[in-house]
């Protein structure tokens, strides 16, 4: 279960306990103390809101990646910004949510990118456009980083 399910489920249960009957979850974001220690090269990027001006992958959107739904899915390698094997085993784990059936074998491909494209709810074709990239970028932020 990822940090985020865990989350939602403990919001749940909370509120059931207190006798509020229901609860609505809430997605949950990284704080501080639960993400590595970032390497240089990151620093904090993943806690300032900068807009994302390119469609492009980068340093920014990784080390955001790999702090939040990576490192919620095994990820346990340094938040330099740099996808390795590692990386994109974690993130093939993440996108299992979002009908990812494919092997976890740390190797990007099409089926890859359509959990990933799901996730960013954008055409899913398995081809990372500029724009998909961006709001998969902006998706991130917006579920894993109160910023």
Do not use: H
């Given at each position: ?18 006798g509020?009957?229901?609860a ?19 620093g ?104």
């Amino acid at each position: 279960m990822n940090l985020k399910k865990l989350f939602a489920s403990s919001v749940i249960a909370g509120a059931l306990v207190l006798g509020g009957g229901s609860a609505a979850a809430s997605a949950a974001t990284v704080s501080p103390a639960a993400v590595p220690n970032p390497v240089a090269a990151c620093g904090s990027l993943y806690y300032v809101s900068p807009t994302e001006t390119s469609g492009a992958p980068s340093l920014k959107m990784w080390c955001k990646v790999q702090a939040g739904p990576a490192w919620n899915n095994g990820y346990t390698g340094p938040v330099d910004g740099v996808p390795g094997v590692n990386t994109w085993k974690a993130i093939q784990r993440w996108v299992q949510d979002y009908g990812y059936t494919g092997p976890v074998d740390g190797v990007p491909g099409p089926n890859t990118y359509r959990g990933m494209e799901r996730f960013a709810q954008v055409t899913v074709n398995g081809s990372m456009s500029a724009a998909d990239w961006k709001k998969f970028a902006l998706q991130v932020r917006m579920w894993y980083f109160a910023d």
